[in-house]
Each structure stands twice: as C-alpha cells, then as structure tokens.
C-alpha cells in the first residue's frame, strides 16, 4: 500500500545540469512547443523533432543523478514500497540513482515508441536516421515522450495511489501541467499532507501544508531525513 506518494517534476534534476522548461534558459525557451512537442509538429517535421530529442537523450546520458535523487532511494531502502515516485520527467536519474518503483507519466527518453506495432523498445541511440522498430521491422519509431495532446501514461494507477496516500510530496515543479497540476488537489482532498520542495513557491492550486523554498540537493535528504526519523 502506498504510504507516500513523490511527485517530481524538472527541478529535481536541474542541478544534475537538466534544464528545466519554464525558468530562464529553459528547455522552451527557443523552442516552439508545438513545433517539438506536439503529435502534429512531428508530423509537420519528423527530422527537427527527431534531433531535439536525440539531442536529449545523448544529454541526459552524460549526466548523473545528484543528493536528490539519491535521496529519494533511500527512502525506498527504508520503506520499501510504502514509497511511489511519480515523475514527469523523461531523464532516468531516480532510476540510476537506485530508485525502482517510478512510474514516468511523461515518458522516458531512453525508450523508443513504435507507432506501427505498438513496442516500447528500451533505447539508446538516435531516432533520426530512422533505424527499424525491433519488434516488427518497420522504421516507425518515435521518442516514447507524451506529447500536448496526448495522454499521459499510468494515471489510473497514479490516482489511486493519490487518493489513498498520507503524504503528498511535490518536488521541483512549477504545477504548469495537468493532470500532474492537480494531484496536490486530489490529496489534500482525500486527507493526505502535502509537502512541497521547490526553488520557489510553485502556482499550485491548492496552498500545500507546508512549503519549502530552496534547492532540492538540500531540502529533498533533509525532509528523507525527517520522514525516515518519524517512521
Ligand atoms: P518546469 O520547468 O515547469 O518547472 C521546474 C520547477 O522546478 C520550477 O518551479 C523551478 O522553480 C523549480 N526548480 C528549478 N531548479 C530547482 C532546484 N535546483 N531545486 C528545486 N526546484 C527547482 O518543469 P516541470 O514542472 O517538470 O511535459 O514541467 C512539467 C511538464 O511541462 C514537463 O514534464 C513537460 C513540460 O511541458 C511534457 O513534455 C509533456
């Protein structure tokens, strides 16, 4: 049963050297949204968005997790899996940082989708010379990030673990995007806690129990720290 459910989003891996999207020099910034991160701008220009994720992908290889992340394991070491991180980020750092039980509602950048069969290949390399799906042959593969428009994975499993939590914690997210936005919402109205650790307070909809301002390398093992002395 989930006791604490982790929302992370950006910011936790920012200090890994991750952008973010929304702060200055974010990952938007330079980008049209539609143009990379919707159905129809891949349609519109597989090639521009083939090499922005493969760009990506090739970035989020060369760096590695920070306190954090490892944090956030530690807390599953200690409490097994009473701990779900839900991510919406695409980076696999929680995982490399020895976190197992992560759902990734926004993708992973690090597996390919195939739209012609359907496979979720683990993947590597690039997209953008369009390599053969493993699976069926056909050279249909695209990043297996959700996109505006489309729908994020795992959400019956997210919700239930959100409505029956006792701590909500949300980690280095701005609360920009639904239907991560809500959760904090969601828990709270379903009695939950809820924590929020981010460089600043985010536009959530809902005021959070207790909000922390700072980076996350610092206030993520403190409050890891405070839940394992509590539990
Ligand atoms: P954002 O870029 O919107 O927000 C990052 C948040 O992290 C901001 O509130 C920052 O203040 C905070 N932050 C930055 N550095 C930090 C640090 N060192 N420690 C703690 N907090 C820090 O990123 P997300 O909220 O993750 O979706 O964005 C949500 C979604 O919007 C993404 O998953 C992506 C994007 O469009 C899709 O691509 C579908």
Do not use: K
């Amino acid at each position: 049963m989930t006791r604490i459910v982790v929302l992370t989003g950006a910011g936790i891996s920012a200090e890994s050297g991750v952008p973010t999207f929304r702060d200055a020099g974010g990952l938007w910034e330079g980008h049209r949204i539609e143009d990379v991160a919707t159905p129809e701008g891949f349609e519109r220009d597989p090639d521009t968005v083939h090499r922005f994720y493969d760009a990506r992908r090739r970035a989020v290889a060369n760096v590695i997790p920070n306190a954090a992340h490892r944090a956030l394991a530690r807390l599953e070491s200690g409490i097994g899996p009473e701990l779900l991180v839900v991510t919406q980020n695409v980076d696999d750092l929680h995982e490399r940082a020895g976190s197992s039980n992560v759902l990734h509602m926004h993708g992973e950048l690090r597996r390919a989708l195939c739209t012609w069969c359907g496979a979720r290949p683990a993947w590597e390399d690039d997209l953008a010379d369009r390599p053969p799906c493993p699976e069926c042959g056909e050279r249909m593969l695209r990043p297996d990030v959700v996109w505006f428009g489309e729908m994020p994975y795992h959400l019956d499993r997210i919700e239930q673990a959100v409505v029956s939590c006792e701590v909500f914690a949300s980690i280095g997210t701005s609360g920009a995007v639904y239907p991560a936005a809500g959760y904090v919402a969601l828990a709270a109205a379903f009695g939950a806690r809820t924590v929020e650790l981010n460089l600043e307070p985010s536009d959530a909809i809902v005021p959070f129990d207790d909000a922390r301002a700072g980076a996350a390398t610092e206030l993520v093992p403190a409050w890891v720290n405070e839940v394992l002395a509590g539990s």
